[in-house]
């Protein structure tokens, strides 16, 4: 049974970078409009394997979801990796790509080697709190195997089943098994993948996400205060930056958000591509002095 969010397809490499022989033939291509870094996954958590110089231009062979916010290269060296949708222009449209998911290279796939069992029928949630719906439930005594934790106290538990995959409290179980060697990982901003930590940036306030990085701008919506957000790109000017919460995607002030220079600075950068609106030439009319007095 595949992970949920982990990974669902496999990459040749513990970096999550493989051969351009496995990419999927594509028509698409991406040309970089300045020089930009290409990761190993569909993320600024990922690392770095490569760069595409300012105006070369690379086939596109994948995305990373539905909403298509990275998407997946070849290089010249037959290296797969991946770059941020707002980094490049594409000549045509990403919607019919595959959907290719990837895990960080310290998630672990296959057998964790740790098993729960349910003290009694045990909620089973779609994120690692008790504010998540709850999406099934774990009879007594059913084993599920865990894959992740939420933090190092080990107070959620990701799980699968064969036919449910969720988050269980830890005291709810019993545990067989070193929760220890197993990654920390929580659901991101979208709750569609699972991140770790440090990559996410709470909300300082209650925040207005906006369709454009100007205080002028329409407000897309609000994300209230202490909120979980996952960053994706950020102005040249590191004053804003565009983020994703719970299916609401805009621009927020960097000063809005719990997050550091240095992580601002390395999301990719978001260029407005705007084209100048020629201005019309306008002749004045010369009125002729009055000979009235």
Excluded: C
């Amino acid at each position: 049974m595949p992970m949920k969010y982990l990974m669902i397809l496999f990459l040749s490499t513990s970096l999550g970078v493989t051969s351009a022989a496995f990419a999927q033939d594509s028509d698409l291509m991406a040309t970089a409009y300045q020089t930009i870094n290409v990761r190993s996954g569909p993320g600024t958590q990922y690392e770095i394997v490569g760069q595409i110089p300012q105006g070369d231009i690379v086939p596109v062979n994948g995305r990373d979801s539905s909403e298509t916010r990275w998407l997946r290269v070849t290089l010249e060296d037959e290296i797969l990796g991946w770059v941020a949708l707002f980094s490049v222009t594409l000549e045509g449209s990403p919607d019919d790509l595959p959907i290719i998911s990837a895990t960080n290279p310290d998630e672990i796939s296959g057998d964790s080697g740790v098993v729960v069992i349910a003290f009694g029928r045990v909620n089973v949630r779609s994120g690692p709190s008790i504010t998540y719906e709850v999406i099934g439930e774990l009879d007594v005594d059913d084993e599920a195997e865990v894959f992740v934790r939420s933090n190092a106290q080990n107070d959620w538990l990701y799980v699968e089943t064969e036919d449910l995959q969720g988050w269980v409290a830890y005291f709810t179980v019993t545990v067989t098994g070193d929760l220890d060697s197993l990654p920390i990982r929580v659901p991101d901003g979208s709750g569609e993948v699972l991140v770790p930590p440090s990559t996410l940036v709470p909300t300082r306030y209650n925040v207005h996400l906006r369709t454009a990085p100007t205080l002028n701008s329409r407000i897309a919506g609000i994300v209230p205060f202490d909120s979980a957000t996952t960053p994706i790109a950020r102005t040249e000017d590191q004053r804003w930056i565009y983020v994703v919460y719970e299916g609401l995607e805009g621009w927020g002030m960097a000063e809005l958000f719990e997050i550091s220079d240095e992580q601002v600075d390395a999301l990719p950068v978001y260029s407005l591509r705007t084209t100048a609106t020629p201005q019309p030439q306008i002749t004045p009319t010369v009125i002729p002095e009055s000979s009235d007095p």
